[in-house]
Each structure stands twice: as structure tokens, then as C-alpha cells.
């Protein structure tokens, strides 16, 4: 594995202005405090009740993810870039949606094949020619960005339908102000308290037409053995707006109304974090008992915003992902901002006959596949694994996109063994209504706390880290040997 | 509010309130059980436990001899027992963890921490029956139970969501000071006072002990326990928080409130007003007379029946 990028400290040893006070705070405090930080930490997740149920872990029910002590930083001017990036690329993704169910410019002009949308498993004919409240698909985004060297960040991969994880960007920090508030008072970190201030005015904003009066929102969920019920209960509490499962709403004359005590009230707006496929039985799949039966005919009808819309999975196809740079030019007339991985689209045959040759050294992605299933690390994969994937590419390309392993930067990260660099990305999130974006400065860092490891999803046994966004301006890299173990606040003051 | 919402916080009161019942009434037996030779013929005071708690039925139905052992394991840890303490805080749980947003922190608080301690003592029973060590999960439900309701009581806003969950608290209770005297009714009648004597006294200590009442019977009446004054305090006492009428004070104060807020009253608040007039303008005198069974065996009916109303008129929306 080449060198790669440290979050904190650079090739030459050297601290990055950034990390200055945390490498200090590392250096000074006893292993066995930070030990016991890390222990305060977990009761304090366990107790708030912040647990992650794990598809087929039946004794892991309800797992804590573990979180990091070690806050992942950005510098004042690397998120003023990354955040301009962000939303110039959900505003073109919502451009791109739009224009895919209305008169599909893009694929007239021939910037992309048509098959790759029109076949795609994540076209959904029935929006096909419709229009929804205020022409915006993609109210909640969540991008996930790595970082592979100091100038630059990639995407990996763009999460348009029902991001999660934004619960934990919100705990991390409470957890983290109450373990390390001298931290605090002396970093400016940018605050994202606000963010389910800025969602809930993102969801009045896209009331649909025939609201009347103060609206009614909604949070729909598949309920609480839902891998991220946790989360949905988190922010509707924080939202303040009603929890329902399906059993809760019932559809009548093509208007949603949810049980309550005094009877049917009729709602205007469901932040739904349910699959399109789940959300209705009479639309979608029959056999779904999440769903509530003629949603989706209230929706067309106008009488209901769904957030995100239905549709919106083309947009963060992994096949799709690749055209997204000329997505952005093509809507915008601007360069992209952000990055994308350079990525082989395994149906071109040249780019098939590429990857099969480089297997050991690719990331190969299946393009419907999510959480980190259904993926082949070549280095880190045995001569059986890449074999059953070269069965697989073979039979099925257009199932699968390639990219280069990409060394991921790393972060410092405390263990009992004590501190060592972790693989990380970051997953901010882009809100969109009809008043604007808006993005709270920060996100969701995930690491990888296995050594070595890429894979920092949850459900594979990653991590998080709280996400500081700090006022660099007045700092400086320090040098090499500036914080030996013992270094005295003095010295780092000098 | 949500009916499902209302509906979850309704049976976690019944959930919590009926751990404590159930904590309670395992610790009376056994002080009663320790006493040589309490009740004469068949069946033992363990046996009329399981009656008052309405697990009988389910407990014969595992062939087990209603000893202390079998009995108190059943009553506290057995997966089989709907109404196992066990079950009924994981049940409060899962209820409280489907209305996370309808909790405040401090009572999902009580509830999460009482789940996550039930685990320790579930796993150190599994090492056997120890005496001592069921004493101290009984005390550890019981505050529990009080950590719930304190959580609710102090930091609940007053609206639906604090109704719903009172009237939950109180048709449990209700039901739970019914079933006591259903089953013990037989040692409470006037005429077992020439039987007399130490046994009688400490069947009747139980009782009071079961609902946490041998105290206040002191202080209400002053004087040795008669098993008359006993029924008189459980049926009669509105200042008994465990009393029948109170419970119905109170059932009917929250419901009146629900009527109000919501603009109109039906089924459950008239229902509820017929049982509190028939509680106020009952005498002990009367009650004996037309038969202390007969009288708590019709109580536990409309009790039952305004839980079915409850729900139809606003849980099952």
C-alpha cells in the first residue's frame, strides 16, 4: 500500500496547522484518561440509547457503532471549497432527475447512453412525464467524499434516496463537547446544532400546492427493528413533527391522513425512510406491508411532497455516477469542483477487457450494491475471490463498475494499544427546497478501524469520528518533535 | 396524537405498573410463606400467587410443583410467561422504543436503564435460585417502576400523551388491588374473625404488604388489623393510592381531560363515571352483604370492559 495521507500529520513529520491543538491534547493526556474518555463514551452512547441493528447478527441486535475520541478537522478554507462543490453537484443531480422523468435533454444531446437510464433498475417509468412540487427530487443528499492527498477531494459516491447516519453527526458532537470541552473553548468549531432547523425549513418549503394552513409533516419509518430506527425517531423528535409507520397513515380520495386519537388528520409532507419499492402495495411491490396503499396516487395527484421523491436511485447508480462531471457541465456550463473517481464502466468492452486484466489492483463495484456488499478489494482479496468476480464480470458486465484502490487519507484514532492512523471518508449533507441549499458545516466522518482496512461502513464494523470545521486562518504547521509526550501547554503557546 | 403513540404509552404504564404488582406480591409471599404452617388444606400460598397474578393457568401448564423455586422463577424470569416481571420490561421497552419521540429523556432513561440492568440479574439467575439474590431483583424492580413514574410525573408535558399514559397506570392498578382481593376475598370475610388468631393476622399482613398499604392501615385506622377494615381500605379509601375508588378518581379525572381537549366525550368517560358513582355510594356493610366475590368479580368486568372501550374509542383509531 503507497504512502498515504494523514489527516494531522504530513510526510515530513510535520503537524498540519489544522491539528495543532489536538496533537497537543494526544501528546499530554495519560493513555489511561483518553481509556477512560473512550469508556465514558460508550456508556454515554448506550445509555442515550444510540444503537445500530446488523442485518443477520442476530446476538449484535442492537450494537453501538463505535465512535473515535479523536475528532476528524477541517480547516476553514478546505470546507469553503468542498461545500461549493457540494452544492453546485446536488443542484446538477437534481437538474439531471428532473430532465430524465420530463423531456431528457441529456439523453437527446448524447452525453450518456440512453439504455443506461432508460434500462436501469432505478428508472421508475411512473414518474415518467410528471411533475413534482417544485421540480426538486433531492431534498436530503448525503455525499460521500475521501480525500487522497492535500489539495483534493473525491467523490466515491453520491447517496440520493434515503441517506442516513446524520443522527450520529448530531450525537457525535453533544458526546464529544461533554468529553473534551477544553477542545472546544479553544478551537472555533463551526456548530451543526442547527441542522434539524435547516431540514424542518427544507420540508415547509416543499409543501405541495394544495396545502392550506400550517403544514403537517411527517416522518415515515419501516419502524423500530429497522436497522436505522435510532436515527428516524432522533430527528422527528428533533424536528418535532410526528413518527409514523405505515400502519399509521391511510389514504382517502387521494389525500393522506394519519390515525390519531381525535381521528384522521390529513398530512402534507412525508420525509420518508422507506424504499421506493416499499412505499406502496398498490404502486409498487404487493407484498409490502411498510407501505400505506394508494400512497403513490396521492403523491402524483399533488396532494402529498414525498422527501425525497420517488426516483431519485438513478441518480446515485454507480453507473450513472460516472457521468456525472458531464452532468454537471452539461447543466451548469461549470467545471465540476469535486472530483470524481476515475471510474471503468464494465459494459464498454475495452474498459471490461482493462479490469479483467487488473484485477489484484481495482475496487470492483457492483452497481446496485450498497453498505460495502457485494464488492471485490482486489488487493486485499484471496486468488478464489477475484477469480468468482472475474465469473461474475464475465457473465453479467453491466452489472459492475471498476475504480483504483484509492489510498484513502487517514486520521489519528485511539485505541488501547494507543494511537493509530485510520483509514476515513466523510459524508456531508446537502439540503435542498425551494428557498435554496443549504449544507451545515461538518458531516459524518466514518473510519475504518480495522488496520489496513477501506471499508468504513457501519454494518461492517467501522466507526465515527465527531467532524469539526475550525477557523485555520491564523495557524500554522508546526514542526516535526513539537509535542514528544509530556509537552507542556507553555511550550505550545510560545 | 398518533392512536399507535397512545396506544404504546397506555400498555408501557401497564407494563411498569404491573412489574411492581408483581415484585410486590412475590415479596409478601414469601414473608407469608416463611410463617409455619399459614394455611391449612390444599394448595399453598404460592398457589394463590400465581392466582392473583394471573399466571395459574400458564404456570400448570408447565408441570412444574408450584414450589417457591418454580413459582418465583416463573413469576419473574419465565420466557413462556406473558406477564413474567421479564417480560413485562422488555414489553415496556419495546413499547417505549416504538414512541422514542413521545418519551422525555428521563423516562425512556428509566425505562432503557431497567432494561439494560434486567439483563445482569437475568443472567445471574440463570446460575440457580438464590433467595438473596431475587431480593434484590425484586427491590430493583420496585424502584424501577418508581424511577418510571417519577420520570413521567415530573417531566411530562400535561396533554394527551400524559393522560393516556395515567389511565394505562391506574385501569393496572386497578385491576391488580381487584385480583388481590378476588383471591384472598375468602380470609377477608367478617365471620373468619372468630377463626382469629397469629395465622389470619399474617395472611391479612400480606395483603396489605401486597399493595404496600400495612402502614397507612395504621394510620387511617388506628387500630389491630380487621380483615372488614382491610376491604374497606382497598375498596372504599379515596386517600389509599391503591384503592379501588382512587384508581376510578383518577381514571375518570384523565379521561374527563382527554373528553375536554378533544372537544367531545363518549362510551369510556361514561362508562368510567358509572363505576366511580357505583364505588362512592357502596358501603363495606352493603359489599359484605351482597357478597365481597361477587361484588370485586364484577368490578374486574367493568374494569376489563373500559380498557376495551378505551381502546376502541381512541387507541385503535
Same mark, same amino acid.
Given at each position: 500500500?503507497?504512502?498515504?495521507?494523514?489527516?494531522?500529520?504530513?510526510?515530513?513529520?510535520?503537524?498540519?496547522?489544522?491539528?495543532?491543538?489536538?496533537?497537543?491534547?494526544?501528546?499530554?493526556?495519560?493513555?489511561?484518561?483518553?481509556?477512560?474518555?473512550?469508556?465514558?463514551?460508550?456508556?454515554?452512547?448506550?445509555?442515550?440509547?444510540?444503537?445500530?441493528?446488523?442485518?443477520?447478527?442476530?446476538?449484535?441486535?442492537?450494537?453501538?457503532?463505535?465512535?473515535?475520541?479523536?475528532?476528524?478537522?477541517?480547516?476553514?478554507?478546505?470546507?469553503?471549497?468542498?461545500?461549493?462543490?457540494?452544492?453546485?453537484?446536488?443542484?446538477?443531480?437534481?437538474?439531471?432527475?428532473?430532465?430524465?422523468?420530463?423531456?431528457?435533454?441529456?439523453?437527446?444531446?448524447?452525453?450518456?447512453?440512453?439504455?443506461?437510464?432508460?434500462?436501469?433498475?432505478?428508472?421508475?417509468?411512473?414518474?415518467?412525464?410528471?411533475?413534482?412540487?417544485?421540480?426538486?427530487?433531492?431534498?436530503?443528499?448525503?455525499?460521500?467524499?475521501?480525500?487522497?492527498?492535500?489539495?483534493?477531494?473525491?467523490?466515491?459516491?453520491?447517496?440520493?434516496?434515503?441517506?442516513?447516519?446524520?443522527?450520529?453527526?448530531?450525537?457525535?458532537?453533544?458526546?464529544?463537547?461533554?468529553?473534551?470541552?477544553?477542545?472546544?473553548?479553544?478551537?472555533?468549531?463551526?456548530?451543526?446544532?442547527?441542522?434539524?432547523?435547516?431540514?424542518?425549513?427544507?420540508?415547509?418549503?416543499?409543501?405541495?400546492?394544495?396545502?392550506?394552513?400550517?403544514?403537517?409533516?411527517?416522518?415515515?419509518?419501516?419502524?423500530?427493528?429497522?436497522?436505522?430506527?435510532?436515527?428516524?425517531?432522533?430527528?422527528?423528535?428533533?424536528?418535532?413533527?410526528?413518527?409514523?409507520?405505515?400502519?399509521?397513515?391511510?389514504?382517502?380520495?387521494?389525500?393522506?391522513?394519519?390515525?390519531?386519537?381525535?381521528?384522521?388528520?390529513?398530512?402534507?409532507?412525508?420525509?420518508?425512510?422507506?424504499?421506493?419499492?416499499?412505499?406502496?402495495?398498490?404502486?409498487?411491490?404487493?407484498?409490502?406491508?411498510?407501505?400505506?396503499?394508494?400512497?403513490?396516487?396521492?403523491?402524483?395527484?399533488?396532494?402529498?411532497?414525498?422527501?425525497?421523491?420517488?426516483?431519485?436511485?438513478?441518480?446515485?447508480?454507480?453507473?450513472?455516477?460516472?457521468?456525472?462531471?458531464?452532468?454537471?457541465?452539461?447543466?451548469?456550463?461549470?467545471?465540476?469542483?469535486?472530483?470524481?473517481?476515475?471510474?471503468?464502466?464494465?459494459?464498454?468492452?475495452?474498459?471490461?477487457?482493462?479490469?479483467?486484466?487488473?484485477?489484484?489492483?481495482?475496487?470492483?463495484?457492483?452497481?446496485?450494491?450498497?453498505?460495502?456488499?457485494?464488492?471485490?478489494?482486489?488487493?486485499?482479496?484471496?486468488?478464489?475471490?477475484?477469480?468468482?468476480?472475474?465469473?461474475?464480470?464475465?457473465?453479467?458486465?453491466?452489472?459492475?463498475?471498476?475504480?483504483?484502490?484509492?489510498?484513502?487519507?487517514?486520521?489519528?484514532?485511539?485505541?488501547?494499544?494507543?494511537?493509530?492512523?485510520?483509514?476515513?471518508?466523510?459524508?456531508?449533507?446537502?439540503?435542498?427546497?425551494?428557498?435554496?441549499?443549504?449544507?451545515?458545516?461538518?458531516?459524518?466522518?466514518?473510519?475504518?478501524?480495522?488496520?489496513?482496512?477501506?471499508?468504513?461502513?457501519?454494518?461492517?464494523?467501522?466507526?465515527?469520528?465527531?467532524?469539526?470545521?475550525?477557523?485555520?486562518?491564523?495557524?500554522?504547521?508546526?514542526?516535526?518533535?513539537?509535542?514528544?509526550?509530556?509537552?507542556?501547554?507553555?511550550?505550545?503557546?510560545? | 396524537?398518533?392512536?399507535?403513540?397512545?396506544?404504546?404509552?397506555?400498555?408501557?404504564?401497564?407494563?411498569?405498573?404491573?412489574?411492581?404488582?408483581?415484585?410486590?406480591?412475590?415479596?409478601?409471599?414469601?414473608?407469608?410463606?416463611?410463617?409455619?404452617?399459614?394455611?391449612?388444606?390444599?394448595?399453598?400460598?404460592?398457589?394463590?400467587?400465581?392466582?392473583?397474578?394471573?399466571?395459574?393457568?400458564?404456570?400448570?401448564?408447565?408441570?412444574?410443583?408450584?414450589?417457591?423455586?418454580?413459582?418465583?422463577?416463573?413469576?419473574?424470569?419465565?420466557?413462556?410467561?406473558?406477564?413474567?416481571?421479564?417480560?413485562?420490561?422488555?414489553?415496556?421497552?419495546?413499547?417505549?422504543?416504538?414512541?422514542?419521540?413521545?418519551?422525555?429523556?428521563?423516562?425512556?432513561?428509566?425505562?432503557?436503564?431497567?432494561?439494560?440492568?434486567?439483563?445482569?440479574?437475568?443472567?445471574?439467575?440463570?446460575?440457580?435460585?438464590?433467595?438473596?439474590?431475587?431480593?434484590?431483583?425484586?427491590?430493583?424492580?420496585?424502584?424501577?417502576?418508581?424511577?418510571?413514574?417519577?420520570?413521567?410525573?415530573?417531566?411530562?408535558?400535561?396533554?394527551?400523551?400524559?393522560?393516556?399514559?395515567?389511565?394505562?397506570?391506574? /385501569?393496572?392498578?386497578?385491576? &391488580?388491588?381487584? !385480583?388481590? @382481593? $378476588?383471591?384472598?376475598?375468602?380470609?377477608?370475610?367478617?365471620?373468619? +374473625? %372468630?377463626?382469629?388468631?397469629?395465622?389470619?393476622?399474617?395472611?391479612?399482613?400480606?395483603?396489605?404488604?401486597?399493595?404496600?398499604?400495612?402502614?397507612?392501615?395504621?394510620?387511617?385506622?388506628?387500630?389491630?388489623?380487621?380483615?372488614?377494615?382491610?376491604?374497606?381500605?382497598?375498596?372504599?379509601?379515596?386517600?389509599?393510592?391503591?384503592?379501588? /375508588?382512587?384508581?376510578?378518581? &383518577?381514571?375518570? !379525572?384523565? @379521561? $374527563?381531560?382527554?373528553?375536554?381537549?378533544?372537544?367531545?366525550?363518549? +362510551? %369510556?368517560?361514561?362508562?368510567?363515571?358509572?363505576?366511580?358513582?357505583?364505588?362512592?355510594?357502596?358501603?363495606?356493610?352493603?359489599?359484605?352483604?351482597?357478597?365481597?366475590?361477587?361484588?370485586?368479580?364484577?368490578?374486574?368486568?367493568?374494569?376489563?370492559?373500559?380498557?376495551?372501550?378505551?381502546?376502541?374509542?381512541?387507541?385503535?383509531?
Amino acid at each position: 500500500m503507497p504512502q498515504c495521507f494523514d489527516e494531522m500529520t504530513l510526510a515530513d513529520g510535520a503537524t498540519r496547522a489544522v491539528y495543532g491543538r489536538i496533537a497537543h491534547w494526544l501528546a499530554a493526556t495519560p493513555s489511561e484518561l483518553l481509556a477512560s474518555r473512550r469508556a465514558q463514551a460508550e456508556l454515554l452512547f448506550r445509555r442515550i440509547g444510540i444503537t445500530f441493528a446488523v442485518h443477520g447478527d442476530k446476538d449484535a441486535a442492537e450494537r453501538l457503532i463505535p465512535f473515535d475520541i479523536v475528532p476528524r478537522l477541517l480547516g476553514r478554507s478546505e470546507w469553503a471549497r468542498l461545500e461549493e462543490g457540494l452544492r453546485q453537484r446536488v443542484k446538477a443531480l437534481n437538474l439531471f432527475i428532473a430532465d430524465i422523468y420530463g423531456a431528457q435533454e441529456i439523453l437527446k444531446s448524447g452525453v450518456m447512453p440512453t439504455d443506461i437510464v432508460l434500462q436501469n433498475p432505478y428508472y421508475e417509468p411512473e414518474m415518467a412525464g410528471r411533475r413534482i412540487p417544485h421540480d426538486i427530487y433531492v431534498h436530503i443528499a448525503g455525499i460521500d467524499i475521501v480525500r487522497i492527498d492535500a489539495g483534493d477531494f473525491y467523490v466515491l459516491e453520491d447517496n440520493l434516496r434515503t441517506p442516513s447516519g446524520v443522527s450520529y453527526m448530531l450525537e457525535n458532537r453533544e458526546v464529544m463537547m461533554r468529553l473534551a470541552p477544553d477542545l472546544f473553548a479553544e478551537y472555533r468549531v463551526a456548530p451543526v446544532e442547527n441542522y434539524p432547523d435547516a431540514l424542518l425549513a427544507t420540508l415547509r418549503s416543499i409543501v405541495p400546492r394544495a396545502a392550506r394552513g400550517e403544514p403537517t409533516i411527517v416522518l415515515l419509518t419501516p419502524g423500530q427493528y429497522n436497522s436505522a430506527y435510532y436515527e428516524h425517531s432522533f430527528l422527528a423528535d428533533k424536528l418535532g413533527v410526528e413518527l409514523v409507520e405505515g400502519r399509521d397513515l391511510l389514504v382517502r380520495d387521494d389525500v393522506v391522513y394519519m390515525r390519531t386519537t381525535e381521528g384522521p388528520k390529513r398530512v402534507d409532507v412525508i420525509y420518508r425512510r422507506i424504499d421506493d419499492a416499499f412505499l406502496d402495495p398498490l404502486a409498487f411491490r404487493p407484498d409490502s406491508v411498510l407501505g400505506v396503499p394508494g400512497l403513490f396516487n396521492a403523491y402524483i395527484s399533488g396532494n402529498v411532497t414525498l422527501t425525497n421523491a420517488v426516483g431519485t436511485g438513478i441518480g446515485d447508480d454507480k453507473a450513472i455516477y460516472s457521468y456525472v462531471p458531464n452532468i454537471i457541465e452539461f447543466y451548469l456550463g461549470e467545471k465540476p469542483i469535486l472530483k470524481n473517481v476515475p471510474t471503468w464502466r464494465c459494459r464498454e468492452a475495452e474498459a471490461l477487457a482493462y479490469v479483467l486484466d487488473h484485477l489484484p489492483e481495482l475496487v470492483v463495484k457492483e452497481v446496485n450494491g450498497s453498505g460495502g456488499f457485494g464488492m471485490l478489494i482486489g488487493p486485499h482479496a484471496t486468488r478464489e475471490e477475484i477469480d468468482t468476480f472475474r465469473q461474475k464480470l464475465r457473465a453479467k458486465p453491466d452489472n459492475f463498475i471498476a475504480q483504483p484502490t484509492l489510498s484513502l487519507s487517514t486520521c489519528p484514532t485511539s485505541f488501547d494499544s494507543g494511537i493509530a492512523p485510520r483509514h476515513v471518508d466523510l459524508r456531508p449533507f446537502v439540503l435542498s427546497g425551494s428557498d435554496g441549499i443549504r449544507v451545515v458545516p461538518g458531516g459524518l466522518t466514518r473510519v475504518a478501524l480495522k488496520e489496513g482496512s477501506l471499508v468504513v461502513n457501519s454494518c461492517q464494523g467501522g466507526g465515527t469520528k465527531d467532524t469539526w470545521v475550525v477557523d485555520d486562518s491564523h495557524l500554522e504547521n508546526l514542526p516535526c518533535g513539537a509535542f514528544a509526550p509530556g509537552t507542556t501547554r507553555e511550550a505550545m503557546d510560545r | 396524537m398518533l392512536s399507535r403513540t397512545a396506544d404504546n404509552l397506555y400498555w408501557l404504564a401497564r407494563y411498569m405498573e404491573r412489574a411492581d404488582f408483581l415484585a410486590r406480591i412475590i415479596d409478601a409471599t414469601r414473608r407469608l410463606a416463611s410463617v409455619p404452617t399459614t394455611q391449612p388444606g390444599p394448595g399453598t400460598e404460592w398457589d394463590s400467587t400465581l392466582e392473583a397474578s394471573g399466571a395459574g393457568e400458564g404456570f400448570r401448564r408447565t408441570g412444574a410443583s408450584p414450589d417457591e423455586a418454580n413459582v418465583v422463577e416463573y413469576l419473574m424470569f419465565s420466557m413462556d410467561n406473558p406477564s413474567s416481571i421479564r417480560n413485562c420490561i422488555e414489553k415496556a421497552r419495546t413499547n417505549g422504543r416504538a414512541v422514542r419521540t413521545a418519551l422525555t429523556a428521563e423516562m425512556w432513561d428509566a425505562i432503557n436503564g431497567a432494561w439494560i440492568e434486567l439483563k445482569r440479574h437475568v443472567m445471574s439467575n440463570a446460575r440457580g435460585y438464590d433467595r438473596e439474590q431475587s431480593a434484590r431483583f425484586l427491590e430493583f424492580v420496585k424502584k424501577a417502576s418508581l424511577d418510571y413514574d417519577g420520570a413521567a410525573h415530573r417531566t411530562m408535558l400535561r396533554n394527551d400523551a400524559y393522560w393516556f399514559s395515567r389511565l394505562g397506570l391506574y /385501569i393496572e392498578r386497578a385491576d &391488580n388491588t381487584a !385480583r388481590i @382481593l $378476588d383471591v384472598k376475598y375468602n380470609i377477608l370475610l367478617p365471620e373468619t +374473625e %372468630a377463626v382469629g388468631g397469629s395465622v389470619d393476622y399474617f395472611q391479612w399482613a400480606a395483603i396489605l404488604r401486597a399493595v404496600s398499604a400495612l402502614t397507612a392501615y395504621h394510620w387511617v385506622y388506628r387500630e389491630s388489623l380487621k380483615p372488614w377494615l382491610i376491604a374497606d381500605l382497598l375498596i372504599l379509601r379515596p386517600e389509599m393510592p391503591r384503592s379501588l /375508588i382512587a384508581c376510578y378518581e &383518577n381514571i375518570v !379525572r384523565f @379521561l $374527563d381531560s382527554i373528553g375536554k381537549a378533544y372537544g367531545h366525550k363518549g +362510551e %369510556a368517560q361514561r362508562h368510567a363515571h358509572t363505576v366511580l358513582a357505583r364505588l362512592m355510594g357502596a358501603t363495606t356493610k352493603e359489599i359484605f352483604q351482597s357478597g365481597l366475590h361477587e361484588f370485586v368479580t364484577a368490578f374486574v368486568e367493568n374494569n376489563t370492559r373500559l380498557g376495551t372501550i378505551v381502546a376502541e374509542q381512541y387507541l385503535l383509531n
